[in-house]
T-cell receptor, first 114, second 115 residues
């Protein structure tokens, strides 16, 4: 069964601090790995997309890493802001004849406090 | 360029009624995906459509659920004879093309509550 597991389930940090979120997956065959940010009551918004040949990708204060050998990814958030409070979802994509089929993790709920 | 639009944002139905969820993709996007998010769970793929065609419906329950994406107008996810277990957030996403790194843009979702 294809699975995407994330840790921690939830996290509270102080504004300005850094944090790292983890993702392990067993999805196969693997096409790419994505990180999404989902604010409460909103749809997910794409942060990064990495293929198996990419080790790291940055988007502003967000940096994602990928180790396709160990099937692990991380999302590092630098100098956190209150607006970073959201659910961060790791998503692994299978490329099939029917398009990209996304398998979603359950997310890490991040809360940034003053 | 407006984003993906979904309506209604909230829908309340009694058991046995029908629910119709609408999704207007971003302008120029011809690929539409529907996902369901149950409470405390991750999003689950339901169906992938292109204009007038269902490409992959492997995530769709075999009964009561149907989807369409007509030549004109929004994509519709239809749930007949709703049950309490259908209560969830339903998200639509659209993309301009298909490929390994195509980005899916998500709508705000429709939250369905079945009483």
């Amino acid at each position: 069964k294809n699975q995407v597991e994330q840790s921690p389930q939830s996290l509270i940090i102080l504004e300005g601090k850094n944090c790292t979120l983890q993702c392990n997956y067993t999805v196969s065959p693997f096409s790419n790995l994505r990180w999404y940010k989902q604010d409460t009551g909103r749809g997910p918004v794409s942060l990064t997309i990495m293929t198996f040949s990419e080790n790291t990708k940055s988007n502003g204060r967000y940096t994602a890493t990928l180790d396709a050998d160990t099937k692990q990814s991380s999302l590092h958030i630098t100098a956190s802001q209150l607006s970073d409070s959201a659910s961060y979802i790791c998503v692994v994509s299978l490329l099939t004849g029917g398009g990209n089929k996304l398998t979603f993790g359950t997310g890490t709920q991040l809360k940034v406090e003053l | 360029n407006a984003g993906v639009m979904q309506n209604p944002r909230h829908l309340v139905r009694r058991r046995g009624q029908e629910a119709r969820l609408r999704c207007s993709p971003m302008k120029g996007h011809s690929h539409v995906y529907w996902y369901r998010q149950l409470p405390e769970e991750g999003l689950k793929f339901m169906v992938y459509l292109q204009k007038e065609n269902i490409i992959d419906e492997s995530g769709m329950p075999k009964e009561r659920f149907s989807a369409e994406f007509p030549k004109e107008g929004p994509s519709i996810l239809r749930i007949q004879q709703v049950v309490r277990g259908d209560s969830a957030a339903y998200f639509c996403a659209s993309s301009p093309e298909q490929g390994p790194q195509e980005t899916q843009y998500f709508g705000p979702g429709t939250r369905l509550l079945v009483l």
